[in-house]
């Protein structure tokens, strides 16, 4: 009878650690979270994202990275009536799982609580599984936040 070799059960160990991480990757979510573009502020302290080529009903995801290494999510979309939305891709009642939210037909989707909420309703209601509001102002086809609101958000990545 052969022995169990410790190289061959280190390789054994390894693998099923493995399917574990992989599977718990793939539970919560981590195969339908959306790309994310990086954004940096500007020279004035403002990150400022184009607009022009969002559509009705779509919705861009965000990455701000800051000259301190300060990681923050966000996301900008634009609802059925041209209204323009921006919050932080995070919920007060789970950030520290950093699982934030996805798109799905009109609706933002919490990646927890797997509660939605309509394009249009966020920045209307706070609190829970719902999206914290960024404040933002829009200047033309851009959307124009200041580097200080974007840090108040800052709790939720770290």
């Known amino acids: 009878m052969r022995r169990l070799r410790p190289i061959h059960a280190l390789f054994i160990v390894l693998f099923f650690a493995g399917a574990v991480l992989a599977a718990n990757y793939a539970f919560e979510g981590g195969f339908l979270r959306e790309s994310y573009e990086r954004v940096r502020p500007d020279t004035d302290g403002n990150v400022i994202?184009?607009?022009?080529?969002?559509?009705?009903?779509?919705?861009?995801?965000?990455?701000?990275?800051?000259?301190?290494?300060?990681?923050?999510r966000f996301f900008v979309g634009r609802d059925e009536d041209g209204h323009v939305h921006v919050a932080?891709?995070?919920?007060?009642?789970?950030?520290?799982?950093?699982?934030?939210?996805?798109?799905?037909?009109?609706?933002?989707?919490?990646?927890?609580?797997?509660?939605?909420?309509?394009?249009?309703?966020?920045?209307?209601?706070?609190?829970?599984?719902?999206?914290?509001?960024?404040?933002?102002?829009?200047?033309?086809?851009?959307?124009?936040?200041?580097?200080?609101?974007?840090?108040?958000?800052?709790r939720f990545f770290r």
């Open 88 to 154: 932080f891709d995070a919920a007060e009642n789970d950030f520290k799982l950093k699982r934030g939210f996805r798109f799905h037909d009109g609706w933002m989707v919490n990646n927890k609580c797997d509660t939605s909420l309509p394009l249009a309703e966020v920045g209307s209601r706070k609190g829970g599984c719902y999206p914290v509001p960024l404040e933002h102002q829009i200047v033309g086809d851009t959307v124009v936040i200041a580097d200080s609101q974007i840090l108040r958000g800052w």
């Open 49 to 72: 994202v184009d607009i022009a080529e969002l559509q009705a009903n779509e919705v861009h995801f965000y990455r701000y990275l800051n000259y301190g290494n300060q990681e923050v």
